[in-house]
């Protein structure tokens, strides 16, 4: 008879993997070790085939909280064979250099295929044990160490330094320091010593250091990933100019870059553009406070040099610009398309910056986890455009678009005067008309005037899965101009919008034929009451009323007098082609009506 300690090993390694709780290594892209749950500690309970390969498990990844802990797990090192199974140590506590010093010995005496060591609290001691123990012999397959602080002296840097040359044949991961104070040449990060790294980490004081990227890399084809960070505003000019000189080598072999350096100019596009052609992955994290001193080297970019880096970032799988100022953001917006077709979902979003801020700017992102689909914020710092402004990638790229979702940022009541600047703004009907193959379309915080004589009614969006409407300012006569475009929807949402000059809240969309309708938003209502009027082939006028989780149909009259009859009664008005069910969803009731 079979049982569970008949297991075959393959098999419970594959289980076991199930068990362990994945940890996001903070620096780098290099994953983290993987801490045990309790349930893996349960295995060992089972069997001692079991219990073999759970401590194999348990062993691979230590994290210490005390130097109880520490002290407890280097005797168990010292008495057992468990120090081999040892792959990855973190230690959450710090003490006094003489009491963890001994004891960090024995860890690197008895750990002899450890491959990562991690500290939450920086102890310059570390790296003159780590140099010291590898002189010994011990800490041969260490990959990964200690990083320094952001606030690193020049003596921790030293001793940082040291230590990773020590282990240059084994490191996966290193840091080089650029500081105001010069150190000397035998301290020094040279970079293609380290055969192995594949992900280095930069921190420059001067901007323009940047630009010293691809002599510094150039030849270790080993690195793949690489941060830039510059905590000073430096930015010296002169040496930008003797740089430039130079020829650019390209690092075809980097996948992903990370820069948290404010943008200072036209050039750093341009170099990161030429040196970095086949990145998988970029992240420009810079994003600067407005009472910085930063802000006295950062400039906008130009519109050419803008739109190419764009049309480079949406070629990129991955990417990330929280900042990219500009000298003129509408005609960026208008020049820059998607001429490659990958775009395929597109949320754009527009802000109102601070006052302070001088620079317009935009931020692009696309998600991880959602194929084609990038999200564009638009910040204004005055004019803010009440109506979305054209769009290179909706005139020029529409044709491939299947989802859109616009947010103009607008959540009070407009003017009417307001309606009167309408030059140099794209309508629904371009959108539509410009976007055939859209099948999902989202509106939030936006004013819906009317469409403009422009439709392109060749073009006619025939079928589409879902409208939500959010927040919306909806004119009469929009709605029934969207009939006209959209014959088929099927699930048509409108929640908390207003409907200008309606005493009721009209759906007149006479030509379009709807599976679902969801209405949303009148809150702290005792009643709702619905007429829906039918204008397809079976053609018919019904009214309802409903309350809490019910409904039922009343008669037309009730429905025309219960306005002047109750003022904490709310009417709709649907008039369609034809809707299989119409849905009432808000905080006192929620009921669907099957037509």
């Not at 992955?281 to 930063?294: A, H, N, R, T």
């Not at 004013?447 to 079928?463: E, G, I, R, W």
Request: charged content about 25%; overall charge positive.
């Amino acid at each position: 008879m079979s049982c569970w300690g008949d297991i075959p090993v393959e098999i419970l390694g594959i289980i076991f993997k199930y068990l362990e709780l994945k940890a996001i290594r903070q620096h780098t892209s290099i994953n983290g070790a993987a801490y045990q749950s309790q349930r893996m500690l349960q295995c060992q309970l089972v069997c001692k085939n079991w219990d073999t390969l759970a401590q194999i498990n348990i062993y691979k990844q230590v994290t210490l909280k005390s130097t109880q802990q520490l002290e407890k797990f280097t005797y168990t090192l010292v008495h057992s064979n468990k120090g081999s199974l040892v792959k990855y140590i973190k230690f959450r506590f710090t003490d006094k250099k003489e009491i963890l010093n001994p004891l960090f010995r024995r860890v690197a005496r008895f750990c002899t295929d450890l491959r990562m060591l991690e500290l939450e609290h920086d102890d310059e001691f570390i790296w003159d044990t780590i140099k010291k123990e590898r002189e010994k012999g011990h800490f041969l397959k260490l990959e990964v160490i200690p990083f320094i602080n952001d606030q690193a002296t020049r003596n921790m840097v030293r001793r940082y330094n040291l230590a990773a040359y020590s282990l240059r044949h084994s490191l996966r991961e290193l840091i080089v320091y650029e500081l105001e104070y010069p150190l000397r040449l035998e301290n020094k990060i040279v970079v293609p010593h380290f055969l192995k790294v594949e992900f280095i980490h930069f921190q420059f004081g001067d901007c323009s250091d940047l630009y010293t990227i691809d002599f510094r890399v150039k030849e270790c084809p080993s690195i793949k990933s690489i941060d830039v960070i510059c905590k000073g505003s430096l930015l010296r000019e002169n040496s930008l100019a003797d740089i430039r000189k130079h020829t650019v080598y390209v690092l075809s072999h980097i996948k992903r870059l990370r820069l948290g350096i404010a943008p200072f100019g036209d050039n750093m596009y341009t170099y990161i553009m030429q040196t970095f052609p086949n990145l998988e992955s970029i992240f420009l994290d810079f994003k600067p406070d407005p009472y910085s001193i930063l802000h006295l080297i950062t400039k906008p970019a130009a519109t050419d040099i803008a739109i190419q880096f764009l049309r480079f970032l949406i070629q990129t799988p991955l990417y990330s610009i929280r900042y990219f100022p500009l000298k003129s953001i509408d005609d960026v917006l208008i020049g820059f398309d998607d001429d490659k077709n990958i775009i395929k979902n597109l949320h754009i979003a527009y802000v109102q910056g601070d006052p302070i801020e001088a620079l317009p700017y935009i931020s692009l992102s696309t998600y991880s986890k959602v194929v084609k689909t990038i999200k564009l914020q638009v910040c204004y710092v005055r004019n803010t455009p009440y109506f979305l402004p054209r769009l290179g990638l909706v005139e020029r790229s529409g044709t491939n678009l299947q989802h859109i979702k616009i947010d103009m940022g607008v959540k009070y009541r407009f003017e009417e005067t307001m309606l009167k600047k309408l030059s140099n703004v794209t309508s629904f009907s371009d959108i539509l008309s410009q976007c055939p193959n859209l099948r999902e379309i989202e509106i939030c915080n936006t004013p819906l005037y009317s469409f403009t004589s422009k439709a392109q009614y060749a073009n006619k969006l025939l079928s589409c899965d879902y409208i939500y409407l959010f927040e919306a300012l909806i004119y009469p006569s929009f709605l029934a101009m969207l009939s006209s475009h959209v014959s088929y929807i099927a699930k048509f949402t409108v929640a908390s919008c207003t409907f200008i000059g309606n005493s009721d809240n009209n759906i007149d969309m006479p030509d379009t034929t709807f599976d679902h309708i969801v209405i949303n938003g009148f809150s702290w209502v005792r009643s709702v009451y619905l007429k829906l009027e039918r204008t397809g082939s079976n053609s018919s006028v019904t009214c309802y009323t409903g309350s809490g989780n019910c409904y039922q149909r009343c008669a037309v009259s009730m429905y025309e007098e219960q306005f002047f009859r109750n003022k904490q009664n709310a009417s709709l008005f649907i008039r369609c082609k034809d809707v299989r069910t119409v849905s009432l969803n808000d905080i006192l009731y929620d009921f669907k009506i099957i037509v």
